[in-house]
Every structure is written in structure tokens, then in C-alpha cells.
């Protein structure tokens, strides 16, 4: 009786034992299946994805084998600033390349765009010649994706501007700044993305269909008196932005370098600040310089941006920012209204700000122009600020306290003029310096200690392609309903204008000019 009782116990606990590995079993195994799926799934979706963006390596690297792959409708080119957005650069750096060929990815701390940009045409060029179809299609379909801050993507404008390629491709721009005013001017965002494989899908897709929209660019020229005694550079060269310090000196033999002085050139397609609030950015980047292990983090940054504005007395500007600081007092400025005319602007003497702005995002998607009323616009002789008009917008502030003012629905500075060209000139004053910015890269600008003039002038120059979102903020002269699709012919410049400035514009840009000195870091890059 004991044994049949002992057997009945040994059979239930047997049979307890089956079910539970039966469902250990069957759910090892349905799990098996799950994540074979996943794999699958995961496998079609990057084989989609190389499919509509993919590059073969015969076009990008030269000498390669030729490959037969269909015909991508969206090939594109990646450059990510690794160094941008704390981890978030390296880890989309990552991404892009695990979905993409990695050959079509480049980091901009390893790769300069100029090389690769240079090598991936001369390239193209050769294939073309030898009459391969399908370099000609990559060539007329190609798209440019920048990842970094605007800096960045300033950088990445100022070289396809420079290399005058014969079909220039459009530009995407993946907000990985603090700021991220060019991204969010055309629609892109202006907090940082995420970087998993959904999320860089997702914005390959919405490059896929964006469309093309011409805006200005913009000439930046810095002329000073070179010093009678010390060192030959008036300026530290880490001291500028990229966008000017590269140029160095203009040769001697420059037509337009005038004898005693030095003269630096750039580029910008957002906008030109001067006074307080370049002074609150340089106080930022030269923090993030000393502590970059502590900007890591958008939010971060921005609460930091806005402890130093505080710190730097921004917000009581008329306790702690001495009249003598006032941009009337500071300089000079003078506004082209009409081309080869130019008039005097009378800036009120409260401004301690100005900005020339040629797109409607600034200080992290502000607009300070606003949008002037119909009488305002016939009045004082305004017109819409769009992007792709020839002008460039130019507004005050007194303090960031009338900066708040941006963040209500009718909100803008003062307006003080629009014009296709603007000049600063500075001469001696209780100052010794001020500070400048250009697309979120900000410098220490030492002012005339004596007789000497240190100008800086503005003038249109040419247009560049960018791609836009149906969200995007950016407004086109040709279709006020923008953006638009294709591309618009550029104006035609008048013979006078041409031969005026034809030595000028040939040294502008970056193909050549646009190159870090070995020295520099990326990680000082927005």
C-alpha cells in the first residue's frame, strides 16, 4: 500500500515537472521564434533602407570594383560631428553607419568635408567621362545630411558654396546643437534626435521627400590696421570662428587688401550678432572649452546659457553694462539700401544688441524680426523677411529683458532697417573690445587703441540649396506658401557688379580657406 502510495507521488510530481518544462520549452521556443522574426524583419527593413539611400563603394572610393545595384531614388552623404550633442554624436555616428554603407558616413573630426566632397566629384566626373549612367543619376540625385550644431552646419554650407560643384546638392541638417536655429528654420527640430535605428529612418524618410529651397548667402569681410610692433596677428587664431580665422591674412597681392592692414574673410547663412548677447555666448563656449565633460546634455546647456546671462548682467544691463558699450557708441554702421549706395543708420542709444539675420530662428528658434503689419511694410518701406530676397534683416535689443519680449505671438525687436549689404565701422572709444558671433560661433574682438579702424562689411553673396519639411519656418521670396520644390535660377549680377567683385568672391568660402588648423579641436565646434 506504502509503495503505491509513494508511486502516486512520484507520478504527480513527475507529471508537475513535464508541465512546467513543457512550458519552459515552449516558451524558449516561441521566444526563438520572436526574436528570429525581429532579426528578419530587422534584416528587410535595413535592405530597404540601403536599397533607397545606398551608395556602392566604386563611386565613393576610387579604384573600387564596379557594382550593379539599383538605382537609389535618395543617395546621400552623412557627416556627423561626433564631438556634437555630448554622446549622441558618436552613438548617431554608429547608427548611420550600421544602415547605411559606412563609406557614405564620415566623422568630421576624422575627414574634413572639403577632401571628401573634392575626392567624391573628381570621382564622379571620371565615371561620368567614361560614360557610366549611373554616376551621372547619383551625382544629379545626391543629398547632404550634417548632424552638429550651426556651426557645424554653417561649415558644411561654406564648403559646397566654395567648391562651385556643377550640380550642388541640397542639405539636411539633424539638429545635434544648442541652439539648432538652421534646423528648425527648415523644419528639422531644434531638440536633439535620437539615434536609434527607428529614429534615423524616420529622418531618412523625411529627407526622401523633402524639398529643395534656395536661401542667401551672406559675405562677411573684417579689415583692421595691422599693429606697428608684437605679433604679425591682431587676433589669436583660435580666438575667431572657423568661418573667419581660416582665411588668415589676405595675400599681398589681394586687390582689395589694402596696404598696413589685415583682412579676414567668411561666410554666414543664418545670422551676424554684435554687443550682449555675443558676449553671453562667448562666456558659454568658453566655459564648454575649460568643462567639456559638463555639456553633455541640450537641457543642460541651455540652463547654463541662461545662468550666464544672468551672470553677465544681461538681464540688468543698465546696472552692469557701462553706455560706452552701446552699439551707438561702439561703431559706426551704414546699410546699402541700393546697390553701390550707402547711408548712414541711426541706432537708438539704448541698444546694447544688434543682429543681421537672414533666417527667422534665433537664440534657440526665436524670430526677433516678427512679421511687420501691412501699414508698418508700407510706412517704413519693409517687405517680408524671406530668405531668398537679396536682404538681410537687421534688429536691436536693450536687454534680454526685451529679448522675452520674442517669446510672445507678436513679439520682435526693434526693427531697424532692411538692406543688401550693412558696414560696422569702429574707431577709438572707451572700449577696448566688444564681441561678435557668426552662426552660434562667437569671438573677442579688440577694438582701435589710437587712429587705427577696425571694419566689418556685409554683402549678399549667391545662394545655396537647403532641403525643408513641410514644417518649415522659412519663407521664399518666389512662393510666400514655401517650401518650395526644384530650384530657382539665382539673380543675374549686373557687369559693373561682377567685375567689382569678382576678386572678392573668388577667395570666399571654404573648399580651400574652410580648414581647421592642425591644432584645432572639433569638440570647440557647435
Avoid at 533602407?49 to 557594382?67: H, M, R, T, W
Avoid at 503689419?373 to 510706412?379: E, F, S, V
Wanted: hydrophobic share 35%; proline share 7%.
Amino acid at each position: 500500500m506504502e509503495f503505491l502510495i509513494r508511486s502516486g507521488n512520484c507520478l504527480r510530481e513527475f507529471s508537475l515537472v513535464s508541465q512546467v518544462l513543457v512550458r519552459e520549452i515552449r516558451g524558449s521556443f516561441l521566444g526563438f521564434l520572436s526574436r528570429s522574426w525581429e532579426v528578419v524583419m530587422g534584416d528587410m527593413t535595413s535592405d530597404k533602407i540601403l536599397k533607397e539611400f545606398f551608395i556602392p563603394d566604386y563611386i565613393l572610393v576610387p579604384g573600387s570594383k564596379v557594382e550593379h545595384v539599383p538605382l537609389p531614388p535618395c543617395p546621400v552623404i552623412v557627416f556627423i560631428n561626433s564631438k556634437s550633442g555630448g554622446q549622441l554624436g558618436g552613438e548617431l555616428l554608429v547608427t548611420y553607419r550600421t544602415v547605411l554603407n559606412k563609406n557614405q558616413v564620415f566623422d568630421l573630426g576624422e575627414k574634413a568635408p572639403d577632401k571628401v566632397l573634392h575626392q567624391l566629384y573628381v570621382n564622379l566626373g571620371t565615371l561620368k567621362n567614361s560614360g557610366d549612367t549611373f554616376a551621372a543619376e547619383i551625382e544629379k540625385r545626391l543629398r547632404i545630411i550634417v548632424a552638429g550644431g550651426d556651426g557645424t552646419a554653417s561649415w558644411l554650407l561654406g564648403v559646397v558654396c566654395d567648391l562651385k560643384l556643377p550640380q550642388p546638392p541640397p542639405i539636411a541638417t539633424v539638429p545635434l546643437g544648442t541652439g539648432n536655429n538652421l534646423p528648425f528654420s527648415f523644419g528639422w527640430g531644434k531638440k536633439n534626435p535620437g539615434t536609434d535605428s527607428p529614429s534615423v529612418e524616420l529622418f531618412l524618410n523625411q529627407v526622401r521627400t523633402a524639398k529643395e529651397m534656395k536661401i542667401d548667402s551672406w559675405h562677411i569681410i573684417m579689415r583692421m590696421r595691422a599693429p606697428k610692433e608684437g605679433s604679425c596677428d591682431p587676433i589669436a587664431p583660435l580666438e575667431l570662428p572657423h568661418s573667419l580665422h581660416a582665411f588668415h591674412r589676405v595675400s599681398q597681392t589681394d586687390t582689395l587688401n589694402m596696404e598696413g592692414y589685415h583682412t579676414f574673410r567668411g561666410g554666414f547663412w543664418n545670422y551676424f550678432s554684435l554687443g550682449m548677447d555675443a558676449q553671453v555666448s562667448y562666456a558659454f563656449h568658453s566655459e564648454r572649452k575649460l568643462n567639456p565633460d559638463k555639456f553633455k546634455n541640450q537641457l543642460v546647456n541651455q540652463s547654463t546659457y541662461l545662468k550666464l546671462g544672468c551672470t553677465q548682467g544681461w538681464f540688468c544691463a543698465s546696472l552692469f553694462h557701462p553706455s560706452s558699450r552701446n552699439i551707438a557708441q561702439l561703431t559706426k554702421v551704414r546699410i546699402m539700401k541700393k546697390q553701390g549706395q550707402w547711408e548712414d543708420l541711426s541706432i537708438p542709444r539704448s541698444i546694447r544688441s544688434i543682429v543681421c539675420l537672414n533666417l527667422p530662428s534665433f537664440s534657440g528658434g526665436l524670430n526677433p524680426w516678427g512679421t511687420p503689419n501691412g501699414k508698418k511694410l508700407r510706412d517704413r518701406d519693409l517687405t517680408p523677411p524671406y530668405v531668398d530676397d537679396g536682404e538681410i534683416e537687421i534688429v536691436g535689443f536693450r536687454n534680454a529683458w526685451h529679448g522675452l519680449v520674442l517669446l510672445s505671438p507678436n513679439g520682435h525687436g526693434t526693427r531697424l532697417a532692411q538692406a543688401k549689404g550693412v558696414r560696422f565701422e569702429f574707431r577709438k572709444g572707451a572700449a577696448e573690445h566688444t564681441f561678435m558671433r557668426v552662426d552660434g560661433e562667437p569671438w573677442k574682438q579688440p577694438l582701435p587703441v589710437d587712429d587705427d579702424t577696425v571694419v566689418v562689411e556685409i554683402s549678399h553673396f549667391g545662394q545655396v540649396s537647403m532641403l525643408a519639411t513641410p514644417h518649415c519656418r522659412s519663407k521664399s521670396v518666389h512662393d510666400p506658401s514655401s517650401p518650395v520644390s526644384g530650384c530657382q535660377d539665382e539673380e543675374e549680377e549686373t557687369a559693373e557688379e561682377s567685375m567689382e567683385d569678382s576678386e572678392e568672391r573668388r577667395k570666399f568660402g571654404a573648399a580651400d580657406t574652410f580648414k581647421f588648423p592642425d591644432e584645432f579641436d572639433i569638440a570647440h565646434l557647435s
